[in-house]
């Protein structure tokens, strides 16, 4: 398997020191930050704007943790292509820039704070950028405020470590739905590599066919049913099974309502081949809870548990929740980094995920090494979704551990379809009444 060259640039060991602060008197040198906020809007043409808070220093000697990540970006050939092109729309020369306000956190009366801008750090995209070697574009401090003259003392200053790492990734695709057992191609540019096939298959006992093509009719007669006996197997070229899911807590709708609730979620387990047992002996890797949440735009939540083994550390890491839109699709994903954002920090999103056939150690790199493992790109309910898939190439130490993450990105893609609303019986003369 080859895989498609992409880059990791990482903004992270991000201080602010801000003449005239309070100096704090915990012994690190930190600023305590109970209702002020410091924090920084990390920007990079056609991508999204990424916002994290600012550690604030008072001590000169004090340096920030040079392991953390506040931010990534991953750029594929065309992103560093678009990013050197000229734009009729912006500068011809485009940068990363970081932007550093100051504010409050809550409001007044209801009206909430304007947040003050302290001052700006550019880096110039440059041809280095397109070398795919790991390299370090900026590490230490650097003043972004204006100083002030009139008394003598320096402007703010930024802290932060810029760096440009090779991180390539496996692109996998399910030729067809899921549900009609397709064949999963490997992309490298126009080129598709057939890898394994995928059977699908549902338990006859079960009551309800969820993609009938009988009337909407004949599909108000299914209440109250429940969606089980799901089954996803992967196979590699030789026909023999590497990976699997299926649902071991049915989708059922719950008390009140006509759908998958939090309160009582569907659940598949992924799992791997024993190699101790026998041909159709699996062991547990993980496991994929999946709700729909109803609004304005109802999405389909997922929950993914890596259940460790032993020498993994003899316990369950979990990842935070992922919505998906329900109607559009979506991505899930595992990315420490993304998730450590998205949740503010929290220890169950820090944990990094083992290659599935390692010790715990991400193949063999480190239980500090995180970041980018996986995304799957789905399409909402009833539309032809063919799962679109990312592997980080570190991850994977064989195709076994491709095969796996297949498995899981086919429990996602069919999760949409077990999450969609239960049609209720209609009595006659009941439209009022709805």
Known sequence: MDPQAFTRLSVGSLG??????????????????????????????????????IPLFSSPEAIPDSHSIASSFYLEESDLKALSAPSCFYNSQAYLEIVVFSGRKGSHCGVGIKRQQIGTFRLEVGPEWGEGKPLTLFNGWIGIGKSKVESGKPGAELHLRVKLDPDPRYVFQFEDMTKLSPQIVQLQGSIKQPIFSCKFSRDRVSQVDPWSSAPDGANQENERRERKGWKVK?????????????????????????????????????????????????????????????GMRDSVCCRF????EGHWGGGEVLLPEISINAEKGGEFFIDTDRQMRTTGGQQASASPVPSPHSSGDFAGLGPSVGGFVMSCRVQGEGKNSRPLVQLAMRHVTCVEDAAIFMALAA???????????????????????L
Request: aromatic fraction near 8%.
């Open 411 to 433: 429990a996602v893609d069919l999760s949409i379809e077990a999450c969609k609303p239960f049609r209720r019986k209609i009595r006659r003369g009941s439209w009022h009444s």
């Open 305 to 308: 548990r890596l259940l460790s």
């Open 16 to 53: 602010l020191r801000i003449p005239g602060t309070t100096v704090s008197s915990v012994k690190s040198g930190i600023q305590p930050l109970s209702s002020s906020l410091c924090l920084c809007e990390i920007r990079l043409r056609g991508f999204p704007v990424q916002t994290t808070t």
């Open 234 to 294: 992967i196979h590699d070229l030789s026909g023999s099974a590497v990976a699997a899911a299926f649902i071991t807590t049915p989708f059922v709708p719950s008390s009140g309502c006509d759908w998958v609730a939090r309160s009582n979620p569907g659940a598949w387990l992924i799992v791997r081949p024993d190699p101790c047992g026998g041909p159709d002996s699996w062991q547990p890797w993980g496991k994929l809870e999946a709700w729909r949440e109803r």
